[in-house]
Structures are given as C-alpha cells and as structure tokens.
C-alpha cells in the first residue's frame, strides 16, 4: 500500500488547513486511514482515524477542531483542521492500517506549523 498526502503549510493560529492523503496499491487490504504526528523528538502520536464503516477515533488534542473523513473510494482520506494553535504544529504523517491490525503503512511527512 503506497500513500500519497498533500496539504500543510503554514498558518496562524485560528485559522484552517486541510491534509489529504490517497492510498493506492493493495487497498483492499486496509481497514483504517488516519492521520499521525509527530513534534520534535517525540514519538508520532495518533491525531485521527477512521475505519471503513466510517468509525472514527480523535486524540483528545484534537476533538472538537479536528474533523476527519473518507472519500467514496474509501482510499482516500483528508483532516480539517480547523482552529488551530501551536501546539497542532508537527509533522502530520497519513497512515493506513490493514485489517488484521498487524501491519501499518506509512506515507511521508508533511510539515504543518501554526504561529501565535
């Protein structure tokens, strides 16, 4: 499984951004597509996913601005990232996980930095 994300940029706190991410290659294998991060020289931490039934999971960072969702396809995915502080800046990574849970995908980063 191969994925592909745009978006990120730089903003200003309170304002937008939106990440898309399509994956392609063995889709039929992937249950979940989400959205890590990843600050400094931490850990990448869960931002958002969502299954294929369209159940989704937030960190608590994030509930309430956040909001994640699913193409028609269902192998493409995107995050509105709505209000966003300094805190939300990070490298945002998509993320495709299959139906066994046991395998991950990964694609690259791509930065997102809010400023006060």
């Known amino acids: 499984v191969q994925l592909q994300a745009s978006g990120g940029g730089l903003v200003q706190a309170g304002g937008s951004l939106t990440l898309s991410c399509a994956a392609s290659?063995?889709?039929?294998?992937?249950?979940?597509l989400g959205w890590y991060r990843r600050t400094g020289g931490r850990r990448r931490e869960l931002v958002a996913q969502?299954?294929?039934?369209?159940?989704?999971t937030y960190a608590d960072a994030v509930k309430g601005r956040f909001t994640i969702s699913r193409g028609n396809t269902k192998n493409t995915v995107a995050l509105q990232m709505n209000s966003l502080k300094p805190e939300d800046t990070a490298v945002y990574f998509c993320?495709?996980?299959?139906?066994?849970?046991?395998?991950?995908?990964w694609g690259t980063g791509t930065l997102v930095t809010v400023s006060s």
């Open positions: 993320n495709a996980e299959d139906v066994a849970g046991d395998r991950h995908f």
């Open positions: 969502i299954s294929r039934n369209e159940i989704t």
């Open positions: 290659g063995s889709t039929s294998i992937v249950d979940y």
